[in-house]
């Protein structure tokens, strides 16, 4: 079971912080969040294995940080510089031994999704 927590409105350029609980005895060897805007594809944003190797879609990378706490039951989206292109329903996925480097957007949208938060970025 995957609950997720925050999101909401911001203007262009602010911050908004997701969190998502896991729970279960499900495949977590890839954790992670996709998004899909309106009229737009899902598309993977941010993935963690349990090494902690991170994988970015190249639109958020050095503005939005994956993370995980110690025991991998809580995982975390940090979105800093937000634009009105990231606004989206947001859902954090668990599932998966590992996130492939070229797969890893493929192997959360196959896998369990928490139930989605709205985020809305104003210009």
């Known amino acids: 079971q995957l609950v997720q927590s925050g999101g909401g409105s911001v203007q262009a350029g602010g911050s908004l912080k997701l969190s998502c609980a896991v729970s279960?005895?499900?495949?977590?060897?890839?954790m992670g969040w996709f998004r899909q805007g309106p009229n737009r594809e899902r598309e993977g944003v941010a993935a963690i294995d349990s090494n902690g190797v991170t994988r970015y879609a190249s639109s958020v990378k050095g503005r939005f940080t994956v993370s995980q706490d110690n025991i991998r039951n809580t995982l975390y989206l940090e979105m800093n510089s937000l634009k009105p292109e990231d606004t989206a329903m947001y859902y954090c996925?668990?599932?998966?031994?590992?996130?492939?480097?070229?797969?890893?957007?493929?192997?959360?949208?196959?896998?369990?999704w928490g139930q989605g938060t709205q985020v809305i970025v104003s210009s």
């Open positions: 279960g005895d499900g495949d977590r060897g890839c």
């Open positions: 996925a668990a599932g998966g031994s590992y996130c492939p480097a070229d797969q890893w957007s493929r192997v959360l949208i196959a896998a369990y």
